[in-house]
């Protein structure tokens, strides 16, 4: 057992060096995740924002009987 109990140290060593390597790739893909997830809120709230009122859009354009002819337009431009 003497000769493994002197080759821990170094082994605890490498563990702590990979887990400290882990904690910090952990961290930087967090970051990540949080400033993606920031990205797509904004570029939801500015689809939402800009989506057209359909309460506004339902119906016809001008009330009916109130359009002119095409004849009318052919003679202002005549």
């Known amino acids: 057992m003497a000769p493994r109990a002197k080759e821990f ?3 605890a ?3 702590i060096q990979a887990q400290a390597f ?3 790739v952990g ?3 967090n970051k990540l995740l ?3 997830q920031k ?8 689809l939402v924002e800009d989506e057209p009122d359909q309460g506004r859009l339902a119906g016809p354009a001008v009330a009916p009987g109130t ?3 095409q004849d009318d337009v052919d ?3 005549g």
Do not use: K, R, W, Y
């Open 13 to 15: 060593s490498e563990i």
């Open 22 to 24: 882990q904690d910090l």
């Open 34 to 36: 949080i400033t993606v």
């Open 9 to 11: 140290p170094g082994d």
């Open 39 to 46: 990205m797509e809120d904004g570029l939801v709230h500015l």
């Open 67 to 69: 359009a002119i002819s």
């Open 27 to 29: 961290q930087v893909v």
């Open 75 to 77: 003679n202002l431009f």
